[in-house]
């Protein structure tokens, strides 16, 4: 999901303290911000690829990726829970380094797990073709009263939009079935994708979005997606869900 790069890390504001129930990573909810912050160097880093999992900084440590279930709690990552509660990692603010190709059911498994750890500021960046792409990202913040939402929803021919009123026809220009932005060589068509989002943000006054994905999607689609819905400054929250 990237070729835009940001010269900083972008994060969010922080919230209250995150709760320690068990997350759904199915429904992470992703609110707007804007707000671009330095990263602290001395952040605990959390680095995904397709083969292992790290954590870097005070404490280092690593696991082999795909992850055993007797690892899992859940959703919850138990080893990556116990690094992230050590008393040596202080505050809510987390980095997590992603490859553009690991899947979007791993990358939330790691994101929930941040979250039961008490980790609600995520510095987020993804790695594609020796460019870096961040996106701000906070949990736990409700939707905005009287939310309209636009969804996006990934195939493997390209992503749907679908608003209140009924679904948007390709082309973006009016309701209607059928894909709304193709893929073109394979991948979804980013500039395409952003000029459909805004044309719908303002016809069908759209005020948060919903992105849902399957299980393999590789997690730069993700990233492609949410940063075009990101664009408009109307979007004052994203929801992200997983289908099997």
Not at 30 to 39: M, Q, W
Not at 178 to 194: K, P
């Amino acid at each position: 999901m990237k070729s835009i790069a940001f010269a900083c890390l972008l994060a969010c504001a922080p919230q209250e303290e995150a709760s320690s129930v068990a997350i759904d990573p199915s429904t992470l909810v992703l609110p707007s911000s804007t707000s671009a912050v330095d990263a602290n160097v001395d952040l605990p880093t959390v680095i995904l690829t397709k083969t292992k999992l790290l954590l870097v900084g005070v404490p280092r440590d690593w696991m082999n990726v795909p992850i055993g279930i007797g690892d899992m709690d859940g959703p919850i990552i138990v080893p990556l829970r116990g690094w992230l509660k050590d008393p040596s990692v202080t505050g809510h603010d987390v980095a997590i380094a992603f490859d553009s190709d690991v899947t979007a059911q791993t990358a939330m498994q790691v994101m929930a797990t941040c979250i039961e750890a008490g980790m609600n500021v995520f510095h987020l960046a993804v790695s594609k073709a020796g460019t870096t792409a961040q996106i701000p990202l906070e949990f736990g913040k409700p939707d905005p009263p009287g939310a309209r939402a636009i969804t996006a929803s990934v195939f493997h021919n390209g992503v749907m939009l679908k608003v209140p009123e009924g679904s948007i026809a390709p082309g973006c220009e009016a309701l209607g079935e059928g894909v709304t932005v193709s893929r073109m060589d394979g991948l979804i068509a980013r500039d395409r994708l952003e000029k459909c989002v805004a044309h719908v943000h303002t016809t069908y006054k759209t005020t948060t979005a919903s992105v849902l994905v399957t299980k393999d999607t590789e997690f730069h689609e993700v990233v492609t997606l949410l940063d075009a819905l990101r664009k408009d400054a109307s979007t004052e929250a994203i929801s992200l869900g997983i289908s099997n």
